[in-house]
């Protein structure tokens, strides 16, 4: 079956960086996007963007240009998302998720979800 | 604020029937498919409903989407006990570069 696995929680103080990992099994993983998606506490869900994990090609959100890398290494089904520069309101629930092309809709869609990862900030 | 609005919140008793509704834009749920997410804290979230109103394998027939215009809905029948969870609309915007979008989410209280 198809399973994300996420690492697990960080604390980080403002300024630094976070790297979140995403570890896949049960499909072909350079078959399929990933997308990431954060949440912060009492928020809705917010997508900072996906990765091509054949290519390796990215798009990010406008709002995290600049601060987000995404990253995959095939040879262990994993992927990676490394955030900077780190403020109190990024303090959130971050989330990967499978994204499945859809022909007709033209973008991939996010379709299994890992269990997420809490990256807190805080001085 | 979310780009995708929804209700906070909303309930129902075993077996009745309830909506959700999602309210969008030209740019977002105008042009594009809508999906539905089922999400209870710390767990992953769920994919309930795509292309507007197709179902996962898995997904039982009680859950069903529709989309008309800039707004979705999910409709659930025959309430459970175990629908009592957060559901989310979410669908691609076209504006700017293109992003996903979603709604603020619904919380579902099974009385």
């Known amino acids: 079956q198809v399973q994300l696995v996420q690492s697990g929680a960080e604390v980080k103080k403002p300024g630094a960086s976070v790297k979140v990992s995403c570890k896949t099994s049960g499909y072909t993983f350079t078959d399929y996007f990933i997308h990431w998606v954060r949440q912060a506490p009492a928020q809705g869900l917010e997508w900072m963007g996906w990765?091509?994990?054949?290519?390796?090609?990215?798009i990010y959100a406008q709002k995290f240009q600049g601060r987000v890398t995404m990253t995959r290494d095939t040879s262990i089904t994993t992927a990676y998302m490394d955030l900077s520069r780190l403020r109190s309101d990024d303090t959130a629930v971050y989330y990967c998720?499978?994204?499945?092309?859809?022909?007709?809709?033209?973008?991939?869609?996010?379709?299994?979800w890992g269990q997420g990862t809490l990256v807190t900030v805080s001085s | 604020q979310s780009v995708l609005t929804q209700p906070p919140s909303a309930s129902g008793t075993p077996g009745q029937s309830v909506s959700i509704s999602c309210s969008g834009s030209r740019s977002n749920i105008g042009g594009n498919y809508v999906l539905w997410y089922q999400h209870l804290p710390g767990t992953a979230p769920k994919l309930l409903i795509y292309?507007?109103?197709q179902r996962p394998s898995g997904v039982p027939d009680r859950f069903s989407g529709s989309k008309s215009g800039t707004s979705a809905s999910l409709a659930i029948s025959g309430l459970r006990s175990e629908d009592e969870a957060d559901y989310y609309c979410?669908?691609?915007?076209?504006?700017?570069?293109?992003?996903?979008?979603f709604g603020g989410g619904t919380k579902l209280t099974v009385l």
């Open positions: 979410a669908t691609w915007d076209d504006s700017l570069r293109g992003f996903w979008v």
């Open positions: 292309r507007n109103n």
């Open positions: 990765i091509n994990s054949n290519s390796g090609g990215t």
């Open positions: 998720a499978r994204g499945d092309y859809d022909i007709l809709a033209g973008y991939p869609v996010p379709d299994y």
